[in-house]
């Protein structure tokens, strides 16, 4: 079966930090390019970082660049999302997704690009 299953969203207060997880089963992410988005309250959900499948390139969208950064453990088959200098308008439920197969060169933030979701993780900023 496969499966996305995001894991360490909580509650922080402005300029704290969170990791994200986002681990897979019944494939492997070294195959995959990922996708991170964010579902903000009362907004739609729209994409904020990817990484391509073989790692060498990552894209992150104005709003998190510089302050978020995706990882990839290959045998854990688990990418993270480090988050740093979070802010409130960071808050909301933040999904991975997995483009199987991916691109070794090229990745996206577009949702229709990929193939399974995880359920998310709540993020929530505030002092």
Not at 39 to 63: F, H, L, N
Request: charged content about 15%.
């Amino acid at each position: 079966q496969v499966q996305l299953v995001e894991s360490g969203g909580g509650s922080v207060q402005p300029g704290g930090s969170l990791r994200l997880s986002c681990a897979a089963s019944g494939f492997t992410l070294d195959q995959s390019a990922i996708g991170w988005f964010h579902g903000a309250p009362e907004k739609e959900r729209e994409g904020i970082a990817c990484v391509t499948s073989s790692d060498v390139g990552t894209y992150y969208t104005d709003s998190v660049k510089g302050r978020f950064t995706i990882s990839r453990d290959n045998a854990k088959n688990t990418v993270y999302l480090q988050m740093t200098n979070l802010k409130p308008e960071d808050t909301g439920v933040y999904y991975c997704a997995a483009a199987v197969p991916g691109d070794p060169d090229y990745c996206s933030v577009y949702d229709v690009m990929y193939d399974y979701w995880g359920q998310g993780t709540q993020v929530t900023v505030s002092s």
